[in-house]
């Protein structure tokens, strides 16, 4: 049985981000190649950022582009560092915009009246 322990003064992310760990990662870190250590420190990051401030309520948020007033709501209203909050508005704008320019390179030869 896997066990987290959790320094008091640990983040609300940091928290997440070893819980991650637990969840998803194997492999002993003394024997594992660089590369798999920064394949799974990259995974909890991301599964950081997507469990402190999910995606499905950002949708439901009127986001202004890197607007300091949108981080500021953002870092309240999930109760994270302004960093943080900053960090993870730039991945949510990055995805829609690359969402959209997949949706357009994939779907422009298609017509309406075909």
């Not at 008091?8 to 992310?13: E, G, I, L, R």
């Not at 798999?36 to 997507?50: D, R, T, W």
Request: include cysteine; charge should be negative.
């Amino acid at each position: 049985m896997p066990f987290i322990f959790l320094a008091q003064n640990f983040t609300v992310a940091q928290k997440w981000q070893e819980f991650c760990h637990v969840l998803q990662h194997t492999g002993n870190h003394s024997v594992m190649p660089p590369s798999g250590i920064g394949h799974q420190e990259n995974k909890a990051n991301n599964f950081m950022y997507h469990a402190c401030i999910p995606t499905f309520m950002l949708n439901r948020l009127e986001i202004y582009s890197g607007n300091v007033i949108t981080v500021l709501h953002i870092q309240h209203l999930f109760n994270v560092e302004y960093d943080f909050a900053e960090k993870r508005l730039e991945q949510y704008i990055s995805n829609k915009y690359n969402m959209l320019n997949w949706y357009k390179t994939t779907h422009d030869h298609v017509s309406l009246y075909e």
